[in-house]
């Protein structure tokens, strides 16, 4: 389902059942995740949340992460690893993500994507996270389908496009954002299937995880602590990727890691730490 701006709570029902059906199986124990909220006020909300999210509804519950439902936003807290204190939420107006959008610092992935300032480029972002790079994509004109297939993700990213969309510095921005929540694999099948145009898609597979002595950033830690349980094989994304983008696939990955799937790219441009792995399409349009 694609999902515009608009009753939050709504939204994330719309696709509940489809997140509760999915496949756990996995031999790590996924993550005890329950709600809480930071005002009386809201507890009907936050039950409500919890329900669609199939999430532990007792604040005093023992959980691993914890959703928190505040006046002004969704935010996420680990209590259960105490190395990842304080919480996270999606801020698209402030914080890193903001820095990044009003300061740029994007050239490489601007070009990987092949996006020029006068041309329309549609890009999905089939591994959203915490669509830090959607919103570069989106700031700089392009048009992005965000895709993320966990439930928490998901209510992260709908109400940060969603507060975005209202502040006057980025509410155009996040208007080129547009939150698909389900498999990517699936979506793309239906895009193919409805001829839907994307002319890249981009991939960002989780990193293959540090060794103690590097010490990975605070959401990737989440990230990789929320999807445990919930992990795909990267290598049939790329492969759905190469037959749905007309133009290309773009793929982010450590510098100096081998390409996904030992699949060969068109050309590469490198950053600093990452590198962007291109294969091109040019699959025509119907």
């Not at 009003?102 to 480029?121: D, P, Q, Y």
């Not at 389908?145 to 990213?157: G, K, Q």
Request: overall charge positive; some cysteine; proline content about 7%.
């Amino acid at each position: 389902m694609v999902c515009r701006n608009s009753d939050f709570l709504k939204q994330v029902s719309a696709t509940a059942e489809f997140f509760l059906s999915m496949d756990r199986s996995s031999s790590k124990t996924p993550p005890r995740i329950g709600i809480a909220w930071t005002d009386p006020s809201l507890e009907g909300k936050a039950r409500q949340l919890a329900r669609t999210l199939g999430l532990l509804p007792d604040p005093g519950q023992q959980c691993d992460v914890v959703l928190q439902l505040t006046p002004s936003r969704l935010e996420l807290s680990c209590p259960g690893h105490p190395s990842l204190n304080g919480p996270v939420a999606v801020d698209f107006v402030r914080g890193p993500a903001g820095y990044r959008r009003r300061r740029g610092g994007s050239e490489v992935l601007l070009r990987a994507l092949g996006h020029k300032a006068n041309r329309r480029t549609v890009v999905m972002d089939a591994t959203g996270g915490w669509g830090d790079d959607a919103l570069v994509m989106a700031a700089h004109g392009c048009e992005v389908l965000v895709v993320e297939r966990h439930p928490v993700l998901a209510a992260l990213l709908l109400d940060g496009i969603r507060r975005a969309s209202e502040h006057p510095a980025t509410g155009k921005i996040a208007g080129r954002m547009r939150l698909v929540r389900g498999d990517s694999l699936q979506v793309m099948d239906r895009l193919r299937a409805q001829g839907t145009v994307i002319d890249v898609v981009y991939l960002d597979p989780m990193f293959p995880e540090r060794s103690k002595s590097a010490k990975v950033k605070k959401k990737l830690q989440i990230l990789q602590l929320l999807l445990i349980g919930r992990e795909n094989d990267a290598d049939p994304l790329l492969d759905a990727a190469l037959r749905t983008a007309r133009k290309r696939v773009v793929v982010k990955r450590p510098a100096t890691a081998p390409p996904l799937g030992g699949a060969l790219p068109s050309h590469s441009f490198r950053g600093r730490t990452v590198r962007f792995d291109v294969y091109l399409t040019d699959i025509p349009s119907l």
